[in-house]
């Protein structure tokens, strides 16, 4: 079972009010990732992280940022949210040299902007 | 450009039958692929992976097939119980990094009793 929690597990926000969305993980590994899910669809990749103080952006631009100040915790912002946010956000990690290439998952956000 | 596709989005099998999720994808320099399991509200976990040095590998009632010549993945479950109804996805990547991780659309599989 995956040590990885994300909060809130639901959100439903006005337009342009500033969220952050918590990730953490009790496993020590060094990669996290953000990924965006739409219902039924395919996860997209939003940001990552090699290990504390690296953040990187994926292939979505999402108009959101992160941050890495410690390895356990992988929080994502969106400065002024949009109802194109509204979106599931999932979390995940995995070890930094591990020989499978295996991603463990939060629960994910289902976030939904009015 | 890279794409990783599932040739069907829904199917139904009956309780105790075997089933076979397929996935084709179009990068030919992919060479690790992972398929993982969602359940309704909860993220996706980790089934069974393969890297393009083997074509075929088995796990506890599944078993990933794959075929470099036509760029195709399959996976397989055996005996399938009602656990088994989720969205399955299968990924790929090259040089085995996460972050270039691409997702095809899921397949959802619905077990009947």
């Known amino acids: 079972e995956a040590d990885i929690y994300q909060t809130p597990r639901y959100l439903v926000i006005g337009t342009g009010k500033k969220i952050t969305l918590e990730c953490s993980q009790t496993?020590?590994?060094?990669?996290m990732y953000w990924y965006q899910q739409d219902p039924g669809m395919e996860l997209h990749l939003i940001h990552y992280s090699y290990g504390v103080n690296s953040t990187e952006k994926g292939d979505l631009s999402s108009e959101s940022t992160v941050s890495r100040i410690r390895t356990e915790h992988f929080p994502l912002t969106l400065e002024s949210a949009r109802p194109s946010h509204t979106s599931q956000y999932l979390c995940?990690?995995?070890?930094?040299?591990?020989?499978?290439?295996?991603?463990?998952f939060g629960s994910g956000t289902q976030l939904s902007v009015l | 450009g890279e794409s990783v596709g599932l040739h069907l989005p829904t199917l139904s099998v009956q309780e105790g039958d075997n089933s076979i999720i397929n996935c084709a994808y179009s990068?030919?320099?992919?060479?690790?692929f992972i398929w993982y399991k969602q359940e309704s509200g909860k993220g996706p976990q980790f089934i069974i992976d393969?890297?393009?040095?083997?074509d075929k590998r088995q796990g506890q009632r599944v078993t990933v097939l794959l075929n470099k010549t036509v760029k195709h993945l399959s996976l397989q479950i055996a005996a399938t119980q009602p656990g088994d109804s989720a969205v399955y996805f299968c990924a790929e990547t090259t040089n085995f990094g996460n972050e270039k991780l691409t997702f095809g659309t899921g397949t959802r599989l619905t077990i009947i009793p």
């Open positions: 496993m020590g590994h060094d990669k």
């Open positions: 393969i890297r393009s040095n083997m």
């Open positions: 995940a990690s995995s070890e930094f040299a591990s020989a499978s290439e295996k991603l463990f």
């Open positions: 990068n030919s320099a992919s060479d690790y």
